[in-house]
């Protein structure tokens, strides 16, 4: 089996030619389309793939939002998931699944109040720990939630939201104690 090189003028490995080359301007317009037509099948096929085998599976909104946090490394930052990034490449996943995560966000704040603390309810009567476990749980877990390019005004809404919610939660609760 020989080397596979790439000359001038041959399309790269992604199909993509290298730019050094002579191609009407036509040409390059339809590769450059291309490309992007491509990344953009890409990342449709990713999001298809996650919602279908990771997230339709959960309950509710805060369970989704839950996975999808804790697909980001804490120290980079970055999204991971090992099964999707075999198939696709580390990069496009994490785009893929930082784009899910920020419009889960957004969409669960377009919810009205009281469809967000009925999903908190479900979400926390999940947790193995119990309801005064996983008020806990989620009060320690709400920056995490929180997607890296969410506007500041969605964080802070997010964060007044939750917290008023999880108080709710507390005093309907009776035996969950506040933390203060």
Not at 34 to 40: D, K, P, S, T
Not at 114 to 121: N, V
Not at 153 to 163: D, T, V
Request: glycine residues 8%; contains cysteine.
């Amino acid at each position: 089996m020989g080397t596979l090189l790439v000359a001038k003028g041959d399309p790269n490995l992604t199909g993509c030619f290298t730019g050094d080359e002579k191609v009407p301007a036509a040409e390059r317009l339809r590769t450059r389309e291309g490309c992007m037509q491509e990344q953009l099948r890409i990342h449709r096929q990713i999001l298809y793939d996650l919602a279908l085998h990771y997230l339709e599976p959960l309950t509710g909104t805060f369970a989704r939002l839950a996975y999808l946090a804790s697909l980001k490394s804490r120290s980079t930052n970055v999204y991971l998931h090992d099964r999707l990034s075999a198939v696709y490449g580390k990069e496009p996943v994490g785009a893929a699944i930082a784009n899910c995560h920020e419009e889960l966000f957004e969409r669960l704040l377009e919810m009205p109040l009281s469809q967000q603390e009925e999903e908190l309810r479900q979400f926390v009567g999940t947790l193995p720990e119990g309801t005064q476990e996983g008020v806990r749980i989620c009060q320690g877990r709400i920056e995490d939630w929180i997607p890296l390019e969410a506007p500041d005004y969605l964080k802070e809404l997010f964060r007044s939201n939750l917290a008023a919610l999880l108080e709710l939660l507390r005093a309907r609760n009776p035996r969950v104690r506040s933390g203060r």
